[in-house]
């Protein structure tokens, strides 16, 4: 039997078991992934053991994401630009580590956009630059956009993003202050929220929507709740709206290749599941 985890502190409320228990089920794999929660003061004996405790790999998530990083023996090219791992295995007794946010914000676009969708994208509006914008910011990076520009309420924290990231790609990368956003708005034709605003028991994320192109895309990585306050602002105004839960459902794919050797599928049954689960926390 193969084991994999999620490693994290706190770990109980991540959905990630769910996802991948549903995967093991569907393709009849004798396998398992189970929640382990480790404090920061562990992590490193645990990255050290985990392989021979039996575990093929796991994920790793809040806080560890960047001790993560620096304790692996090798990792890939993402994960190096990125500074963050979220995806460990062994592979010929050497530690690995990939980061797949990246991926999973990308194929999110991708598989509700259809192909090309990007054609018509010139400048990209990232709101946020927490942990989660570095690795869209990267991702983005790596179509044929113009210009991504980064707002941020600390405009130092968008302007890091741009000097850690802009020798890796010639899309132009700004960063912008978060009282400018009505400034760029008109050109974006792709506007992407990364900060928590929106999420439950937060403040919502109030943009002028009027002021967007009228083929913009508006996406949230936030997913509790499914249609945020600013997806409903902008279908209510006509706007193209691609929602969070994708992500974290795509970013569980390469993993699960890794460790139990098969390409699982994003599926609509799979998309129920969670958000059966979302609705039921409520
Ligand atoms: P983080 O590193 O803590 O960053 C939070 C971001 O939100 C920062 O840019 C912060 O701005 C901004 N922010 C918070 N409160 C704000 C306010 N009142 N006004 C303006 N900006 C505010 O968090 P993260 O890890 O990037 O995660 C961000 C969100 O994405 C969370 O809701 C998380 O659940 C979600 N997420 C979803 C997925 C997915 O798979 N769909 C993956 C990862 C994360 P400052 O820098 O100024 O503080």
Redesign the pocket.
């Known amino acids: 039997m193969t084991k994999a985890f999620v490693v994290g502190h706190p770990i109980k409320h991540s959905r990630s078991p769910l996802i991948h228990g549903f995967w093991l089920k569907t393709y009849g794999i004798d396998g398992s992934y189970e929640r382990i929660e480790v404090e920061p003061v562990n992590f490193g004996n645990f990255l050290k053991g985990f392989h021979e405790q039996g575990f093929a790999g796991g994920n790793v998530t ?1 806080p560890h994401k960047e001790v993560a990083f620096a304790g692996v023996m090798r990792r890939t090219e993402r994960a190096e630009r990125l500074k963050a791992v979220n995806t460990l295995w062994v592979k010929d007794g050497v530690l690995w580590g990939d980061n797949t ?1 990246v991926l ?2 990308m194929a ?1 676009l991708d598989q509700n956009l259809g192909i090309a969708w990007e054609q018509h994208v010139e400048t990209v509006l990232v ?9 869209i910011v990267a991702g983005l990076q790596e179509r044929s956009f113009k210009r991504i520009v980064i707002a ?3 405009i130092s ?2 302007q890091e993003i741009v000097r850690d990231l802009e020798r890796y790609s010639t899309v132009k990368l700004e960063a912008v202050a ?1 009282d400018n956003i009505g400034s760029v708005l008109p050109d974006a034709q792709l506007i992407v ?7 439950a028991g ?2 919502p ?1 109030l943009l002028d929507l009027d002021r967007a192109p009228d083929n913009a895309v508006v996406t949230d ?4 709740p499914l249609k945020t306050p600013l997806l409903a602002a902008a279908e209510a105004r006509g706007l193209r709206i691609v929602d ?6 795509h ?1 569980a794919v390469p993993g699960f290749e890794r460790w139990f050797g098969v390409r699982p599928e994003v599926t609509p049954e799979l998309r129920a599941l969670i958000v059966a689960d979302i609705e039921g926390g409520k």
Do not use: C, E
């Open positions: 809040i946010d999973g914000f999110n709101l946020g630059a927490g942990g989660a914008a570095r690795g941020n309420r600390t924290k968008a978060w929220n990364t900060t928590s605003l929106g999420m937060q403040p994320l990585i936030v997913y509790v969070g839960l994708g992500m974290l459902l970013q």
